[in-house]
């Protein structure tokens, strides 16, 4: 089973997204950027749902970070987020996110998007 690694601050939206994946992927909710790299420490997913707005380390930071490092610049980032400013999704897309999906998000959708991505 593929892994998805879930990176939200608000753990209703984790729980939203998990409820919507749970029976297709195996997942790993994470609560912020700094658990996010401790996790890809130990273990590395196909795909990345990322939040933006994160206290700490928001989610465009996160993406430069990644998109740095030689081991996690290659796993796919889908940015499930609430925020649309056109520059900011703009800018994620050009940090290399493969799609930006806002929140409130269908399930059904989500789950269409992320098996294009990287299957099932």
Not at 15 to 36: S, V
Not at 57 to 81: Q, S
């Amino acid at each position: 089973m593929k892994q998805i690694f879930i990176v939200d601050d608000e753990v209703t939206n984790l729980r939203i997204a998990e409820n919507a994946l749970k029976d297709k992927y195996k997942l790993k909710l994470l609560t912020g950027g700094k658990q996010l790299f401790v996790m890809l420490e130990r273990e590395l997913p196909e795909l990345i749902l990322l939040d933006i707005q994160m206290p700490e380390i928001d989610g465009i930071a996160v993406m430069e970070i990644l998109k740095e490092h030689e081991d996690y610049n290659k796993i796919p980032v889908i940015f499930l987020t609430s925020n649309t400013d056109k520059d900011i999704v703009v800018k994620a897309l050009k940090l290399g996110a493969i799609d930006y999906i806002a929140k409130p998000f269908d399930a059904n959708s989500l789950y269409q998007r992320i098996q294009k991505c990287i299957g099932f």
